[in-house]
């Protein structure tokens, strides 16, 4: 089966959270159930566009409202991905260094229409088109309703919700951007007066899926105004959740961390990555290591860290060490704990993959206490990684963290304040002084098996059974 999966993200090409692993791991196991599975995502100047050679397949003339520009659908040379990569070139809008901006309506316009533009021309069509968040959000009904792609309009198209809060609304101004349409669709575009792009992938895909099953649920009751639309088209959504890639996941082979290990080196092999952490940011061995790791941000619940940690750090109990950027003025209070505990706390704000890799391999405890999770991928890494999660019971934490007092292997926490998670964190530790259930749970985490394999196939079966 000949898949197309459409995104801003793709790991390792260029990652800015969840949606970027997911998009670089899927396709892959997908290939090997024996489908085609590609990924088109825009040309950015990142590092892994530099370095590598793209061949060019398609040069093309992207209309854009009055403007017409050309452009080029680049594909990757050496391809070792496990999966087709392929790139939409527009240099003046996509080729910069981030993937988001504040222009991004015009250059998530340009990309769809680009993709759409070339994918029109194939003799062989895809079977499916799997749009991925509101980057891509406008493609389903572009193929359903502008003229210009009537040859489309038969295949499905799937639309998964990886984060539901950013929609990528704009203006009716803009709609002139967009290739000719019957005016009497225009209802499908708007929602509340804006034409947002995720309303619109939602009413227009033939397939919608949240990458949890818990956060279906969650978002009939809360989708940043979209609660209805979703209730309404609740018929044709199914949660599945997100597996990890276990082959980047992987603490026997994984190249960035200090010392691998397995089930049986678990011990002295998290010993060994938590000496590495302890003695580049100056912490304490002895003590149990917190960590975090994420966009510091309040859907992360990110606001309410410096006041957790404030709190169990002054019982000089434990170490916390950080890793994530964001809110500036959360980025603020987290680097100015460093000099009330040192020794105890440390921050790197910023993104550094091999670092995260590490800290899910000498941490003891990975943190998450978000407000919304509509998979979280980060407590699944812990877990292959022996490391506890420590967790607020929603969205895809929900379905794949069960807490130690109900027979399960992680801590869980039902409401987002500081006090709960400071009650949460002394459990905790209550935990790891219990040595050898501590020891034992290790392994057992890490025998748990969150890899693609199984909803790598669950999405296959999806698309068969609309096909
Ligand atoms: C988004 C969500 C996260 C999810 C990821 C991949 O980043 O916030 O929960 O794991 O997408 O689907």
């Not at 969840?18 to 196991?29: E, H, N, R, T």
């Not at 009751?221 to 997100?242: C, F, P, T, V």
């Not at 590495?276 to 149990?288: E, G, H, R, V």
């Not at 098996?449 to 059974?465: P, R, V």
Request: aromatic share 12%; charged share 20%.
């Amino acid at each position: 089966m000949k898949i197309i999966h459409i995104s801003a993200e793709c790991y390792p090409i260029a990652k800015v959270g969840g949606l970027a692993d997911v998009v670089g791991a899927l396709p892959k196991y997908q290939n090997s159930l024996k489908s085609d599975s590609s990924v088109v995502m825009p040309f950015y100047n990142y590092k892994f566009t530099q370095t590598n050679t793209f061949d060019e397949v398609y040069r093309g003339q992207l209309q854009l409202g009055f403007q017409s520009q050309e452009y080029r659908i680049l594909s990757l040379s050496k391809n070792e991905l496990g999966y087709e990569l392929f790139c939409v070139d527009i240099p003046y809008l996509l080729h910069t260094s981030h993937v988001y901006s504040d222009n991004d309506t015009y250059r998530f316009m340009a990309f769809q229409i680009a993709a759409l533009d070339w994918i029109l021309q194939f003799k062989n069509k895809p079977e499916i088109v799997h749009c991925h968040d509101h980057h891509s959000g406008l493609i389903p009904f572009m193929m359903a309703h502008c003229y210009k792609y009537e040859d489309l309009r038969g295949i499905p198209t799937i639309f998964t919700i990886h984060n539901g809060q950013y929609q990528g609304w704009f203006g009716h101004d803009k709609i002139p951007l967009l290739p000719a349409f019957d005016s009497n669709n225009f209802g499908l575009l708007d929602w509340n007066g804006m034409i947002n792009p995720m309303a619109a992938a939602i009413k227009c895909a033939w397939k919608v899926t949240t990458v949890s099953p818990s956060y279906l649920e969650e978002l009939m009751y809360e989708a940043n105004g979209l609660e209805s639309l979703l209730r309404q088209e609740r018929h044709k959504s199914i949660g599945i959740l997100n597996g990890i890639d276990s082959e980047v996941w992987n603490p026997n082979k994984d190249s960035y961390i200090e010392k691998n290990f397995t089930l049986r080196s678990v011990k002295n092999g998290k010993a060994a990555n938590k000496k590495y952490l302890c003695d580049t940011f100056n912490l304490d061995i002895n003590k149990p290591l917190f960590t975090f790791i994420g966009r510091l941000v309040e859907e992360k619940a990110a606001d309410l860290l410096p006041s957790v940690f404030r709190e169990v750090l002054s019982s000089g109990k434990v170490n916390v060490l950080i890793l994530g950027s964001g809110s500036d003025h959360v980025e603020g209070q987290l680097n100015s704990l460093k000099s009330h505990f040192s020794g105890l706390y440390n921050a790197y704000i910023g993104y550094n993959e091999k670092l995260a890799h590490t800290i899910y391999a000498g941490a003891d405890f990975l943190l998450m206490p978000s407000r919304i999770e509509p998979c979280g991928l980060n407590q699944m890494y812990a877990l292959r990684y022996g490391t506890v999660p420590v967790v607020h019971r929603v969205g895809g934490l929900q379905d794949t963290v069960l807490d130690i007092g109900d027979g399960g292997f992680g801590i869980c926490h039902d409401q987002v304040s500081v006090s709960s998670i400071v009650h949460a964190i002394s459990r905790a530790y209550d935990f790891y002084n219990e040595e050898k259930s501590f020891a034992e749970n290790r392994k057992t985490i890490m025998q748990i098996d969150h890899s693609w394999d199984k909803s790598a196939k669950t999405y296959i079966d999806l698309y068969k059974y609309i096909k």
